[in-house]
Structures are given as C-alpha cells and as structure tokens.
C-alpha cells in the first residue's frame, strides 16, 4: 500500500513540535500509520540526512531500510505496542544511518497526545555503537511466516524469563542468532554476550577457556587466565553444540550452575559468578540421556526453557524477506548494493534447503559473484541451484561408492563396519586435501563443524 492509498499524512501539532525540539538526543514522533512527522536536530545530526529528507516517509524503510514494518520481521516494534497499550516502552534496535551504516540503538517510545487528543508515538534514541565499531555483514533474525513469529514469541518470553535456555534446530537455523536475540531483549543486554564452542575445544581447554587458569596450571600456562564464564559475570554464557561436552565436563558446569562457584585450572580460591547460561544443540539430548553420553540433571538444569528453531522448509514464505536480508549482507562485504528480481525468488522458493539459511546464504553468494550485473535474475538462480544440486549428487554418489567398493588395505571388507568405512572415505580425503579440514568438509558438503564432530567421534570409536 503506498502512502497516497493510506491517506493523508497528518500535520504535527505546534505544541508536539515544540516539545521535540526540546531533547537533546534524537527524537522522533510517528503516527499510528508509521508515517515520520517531525525529528529534532539531533537525529538529523546523527544520521546525516534533514528533516525534509525523513518526514512524511515510512519509519521502517527510513530506519530499518525494510520494506515491512518491523513486527512482520521479526524484530520488536514499539509503534505496535504502544498504540496497543498506550503505555511507554523500549527495545533494542538497528538503525542505518544515510550512509547505509547500520548502528544498535536503544528506541524508548513514550506515547503523545495533541490538544485534540490524538495519539502519537515519541522516540527517544539512544546510540550503544557507533557505525563504525558497527560489524560489517551483521546477521539478524528476519521472518513473517506463523512458524518463524511463533518462535519469535518464545524467544522474547524466554528474554523475560532470565532462566537457563536451551535452543534446539538443525545444523544452520540460526541457533547463535537466537541465544543473541534472548540477551539482547533481555534484562541483562548491558552485559557481555560470549560464547562457547564445544566442538572445537578439547576436555582440557574447556575447562581452561570456560573457568580459566593459574599460573604454571599446565606446560605453556606462563600467566593467569581469566575464564569465559567469569568474564559473562552479569551477562550471558552461550553454549555452543552442548551435547558434544564429555561427560567429565558435564559434571563440572553442572556443579557451577548449582553453586555459583568454581576454581580455575591450577588454582585453589573458590570464586563466584551470576551468569546467565543458553545451551544449544542439533541433537536430541533426551535420546544422550537415555544412551548415556548426557546427565539426566544437567539436560534438566540447562533445558527450563527450551526453544526450537524452525528449519527453512518449514517457512518457505520467508524467502521472500530473508533472502534481501542476506544479500544486503553479502553486497556489504563486496562494497556493491545487490537486489534480487522477483522472479529470481520464486526460483529460491522450489529448493528444499537441507542445510538451512546458512544453505540459502551460500547460494545467495554463490550468485551475487557469478551475476553479470547488480540485480540477481531468475536465470542466474536457476544455474546456480542447479550446480548447487549437481555437487551434492556428486558428493552422495562419491559417498554411495565409498561405501560399495571401499580402499584396499588389506582388511576383509565384508567385516568393516559403516563407521570403519567413513573413518577410511574421511582419512583418504584429509591425504588428498593435505589435512584441510574446510575443503574435506566442503567436499563432502557438511560444515566444518559437523566434519570435527565425525573426527572426534570416530576416534572415540
């Protein structure tokens, strides 16, 4: 609907103009329809543009450079709230400023009634980074489908809650995106967000990177070492693929969650912490209870609230909005403004995604390099899906005749076991690729992440 259909754009009254000409810091009235009515100096001062380039536009397409409104991606929107419930409210958001320079802000909405009593929302921002400290190619959660808002909403009671999360989804929903958007909307946003890998960290350096170290803990240990979770202290410790902790570790964040308390490696002095903690897992962990390779009480500790991640074949709808997300990303690092024709999306709508958003986006890529131009056509999908499709047969053929016909080493082969078998395809492929670890994982068309998971369990086996 363009702003002609929706109406008129109602005028400011004096007395509302002159209270926003009062703030110091960027302030902004809006009405019930989104249309921007009036901004003080600050934000014109802070986001480079005057206020004959802003009022009467769309506040959603000004701040958020979105075609929708913030509520249908996702994201909180104060102007819904507050027409809702009349009452002043606040979130966390990412402003661009003329430049395109996205910033986090904090958006405070107060609601403002003129003299004949109609409504208007005020905003106050207030910046927490500047454009520039700004990470380039940041990632958000956008979606409108029912499946995407319905996890949105457990998401943001878990945000309330300040209880222990555990995020479950496939591999590339978005599991990181999701303990991020918890902290962030939660009391504890001020606070620091870390996070932990436990794919990638051995049973020792867990327990060092998590807790810290003393002094001569370990060869090469020549300082003190402040751990992750002492550092979290007020904030959020998030737990990257949890089910992948042994059972040893178990025990001992188990004990820290129950106490408070831990000592660092080496070291005797009991210290403390208040940290929140997120879990996330591709896995089942009730099916690594019942086998024995995860605690009863820690699932139960780490799981209070548990949050699942709907896989991308489960909001397809979504394409339409997330796929422009993602290659506004992506054209950042390419210093290059992409856009996707519409028929270029209905094309991304008929693949099935197996590995998820983290699939789409690398799709995404693989056109914005191959595209002739700087809008992404439905010829220039159509040829990547189908090379995208291509290497993953390939990849199953070459899989389906490693276990047919493995390597001859000797062993009878009508005794090797599938695991003995993906152990032999896996070893001959770190040979072939010198022990590159991201171009086996790109090879057998799994993260590198998955592939360490395979390592290490094979070798456990």
């Given at each position: ?21 009062t ?34 536009r ?20 104060p ?13 966390v ?12 802000v ?15 929302m005020g905003?106050?921002?207030?910046q927490?980074?500047q ?5 380039r190619n ?26 222990p ?5 496939e591999t ?9 958007y918890?902290h ?24 060092a ?9 370990f060869?090469?240990?020549?300082g ?9 202290n ?9 089910g992948?902790l ?5 025990a ?15 070291g ?15 896995r089942h962990?009730?099916?690594?209870v ?5 605690r009863?009480?820690?699932y ?35 210093n290059?403004?992409l ?16 590995g ?7 799709i ?42 493995p390597?001859d080493t000797?062993?009878?082969t ?12 896996i070893t001959q ?11 086996v994982?790109?090879?057998l ?13 094979l070798r456990?086996?």
């Open positions: 609907m363009t702003d002609t259909e929706k109406g008129p754009i109602r005028q400011l009254p004096v007395e509302l103009q002159s209270l926003v000409d703030h110091k810091q960027p302030f902004v009235v809006i009405d019930a329809e989104y249309h921007i009515l009036a901004v003080n100096d600050a934000y014109s001062q802070a986001y480079g543009v005057s206020a004959e380039q802003v009022v009467g769309l506040c959603y397409e000004v701040s958020h450079n979105n075609p929708v409104p913030c509520s249908q991606s996702g994201e909180d929107c102007l819904v709230s507050l027409y809702q419930f009349g009452k002043p409210t606040s979130c958001h990412h402003h661009y400023d003329a430049n395109h320079r996205p910033t986090e904090r958006v405070s909405a107060f609601p403002l009634r003129g003299m004949n009593g109609t409504l208007y905003e106050l921002i207030e927490i980074t454009p520039e400290e700004h990470p940041r990632r958000r959660m956008v979606g409108r489908s029912q499946p995407f808002m319905a996890c949105i909403q457990q998401l943001k009671v878990a945000a309330a809650a300040d209880a999360v555990l995020v479950q989804g590339g929903t978005g599991k990181e995106l999701a303990a991020k918890i962030l909307h939660s009391p504890r946003r001020e606070q620091p967000f870390l996070t932990v890998d436990c794919t990638v960290l051995t049973e020792t350096l867990f327990e990177e998590v807790f810290g170290h003393a002094r001569g803990a060869t090469g240990s020549v003190e070492r402040i751990g992750l979770y002492e550092q979290a007020g904030g959020t410790l998030f737990l990257d693929e949890v992948e042994p059972l040893s570790q178990q001992k964040l188990l004990r820290v969650l129950e106490s408070g308390q831990f000592r660092r490696v080496g005797r002095r009991v210290r403390s912490a208040e940290v929140r903690l997120i879990c996330a897992t591709n962990l009730w099916d690594g019942k086998a024995g390779r995860f009863e009480d820690l139960y500790r780490i799981a209070c609230l548990a949050v699942r991640l709907p896989p991308l074949r489960e909001r397809m709808e979504d394409i339409s909005v997330l796929a422009p997300a993602l290659l506004e990303g992506i054209g950042q690092t390419m290059q403004t856009t996707l024709a519409s028929n270029a999306t209905a094309r991304l709508m008929e693949y099935d995604y197996p998820n958003v983290r699939e789409l986006r690398n995404l890529f693989a056109a914005a390099t191959s595209s002739p131009g700087f809008d992404i056509d439905a010829a220039t999908i159509d040829q990547v899906l189908a090379q995208h499709k291509s290497e993953r047969e390939l990849l199953v053929q070459k899989d389906r005749r490693a276990t047919d016909a390597a000797g062993m009878d009508d005794a090797l076991s599938l695991s003995a078998i993906e152990a032999q395809h492929l770190l040979r072939k690729h010198g022990n590159s670890r991201k171009q994982a790109a090879k068309g799994i993260s590198e992440r998955t592939l360490y998971r395979k390592l290490k369990r456990e086996e």
